[in-house]
């Protein structure tokens, strides 16, 4: 069975800081996709970025970036100048690549805060 | 269009007592999902459908009964609540392929007293 850790309960970090959010996985699947997703205290689940394991290059999305490593099974999360508004819990998710079902398995979450 | 919309909001209900958490999607989606949400476990799936007329058990689903009728709507049932399902919940859906994006609701918040 997949599984998916945050090994990270809390962080913060300065406003314009850069921040990364540690995320590993463990599956015995070659295709498989990646994401994180934001939770504000709105509690809107909120897809931030998303990679698929078939490719090499790391995912960016202006601000925000991952650094996947594939045969580590980890999948990091970088923040760049971080803003008061990226305050949220942050959630790492796998979802399997070899079937058509929609199983995503969701790590326990990172809780960031941002500090003026 | 209105997305993915979840009703109620907040819940309160009684041990024993039963109810149904709705969902729907404006958005033509084959794969709803439902989750919860518990303080330090993230979210864990529930039941899941990949269309009209097909469900599926997910990692927690004990206690609790969908059915998906339609494309719209992917209602989940509470068939005598427990303590134990006090919990936020949330309704997710997606389009076909493997490479869409996931939508989430709103959220519904249940207290199981």
């Known amino acids: 069975a997949q599984t998916v850790t945050q090994s990270q309960p809390e962080m913060s970090v300065q406003e314009a800081e850069t921040v990364t959010l540690s995320c590993t996985y463990d599956?015995?699947?070659?295709?498989?996709?990646l994401f994180w997703y934001k939770q504000p205290p709105s509690r809107q689940m909120i897809l931030v970025i998303r990679q698929e394991a078939y490719k090499q290059q790391n995912a960016t999305e202006n601000r925000f970036s991952v650094n996947f490593q594939k045969a580590a099974k980890s999948f990091s999360l970088k923040i760049s100048d971080s803003q008061l508004g990226d305050t949220a819990m942050y959630f790492c998710?796998?979802?399997?690549?070899?079937?058509?079902?929609?199983?995503?398995?969701f790590g326990p979450g990172t809780s960031l805060s941002v500090i003026p | 269009n209105a997305g993915v919309t979840q009703t109620p909001k907040f819940q309160v209900l009684k041990t024993g007592q039963s109810m149904t958490l709705q969902c729907a999607q404006d958005m033509n989606h084959e794969y709803m999902s439902w989750y919860r949400q518990d303080p330090g476990m993230g979210l864990r799936l529930i039941h899941y459908s990949v269309g009209a007329g097909i469900t599926d058990q997910g990692e927690v689903p004990n206690g609790y009964n969908v059915s998906r009728s339609t494309t719209e709507d992917f209602p989940l049932r509470l068939l005598s609540a427990a303590p134990s399902q006090t919990s936020v919940y949330f309704c997710?859906?997606?389009?076909?392929?493997?490479?869409?994006?996931?939508?989430f609701g709103p959220g519904t918040r249940l207290l199981v007293l």
């Open positions: 599956t015995s699947e070659n295709n498989y996709y």
């Open positions: 997710a859906t997606r389009g076909g392929g493997l490479q869409e994006t996931q939508y």
């Open positions: 998710a796998f979802m399997t690549g070899e079937t058509s079902y929609d199983k995503v398995i």
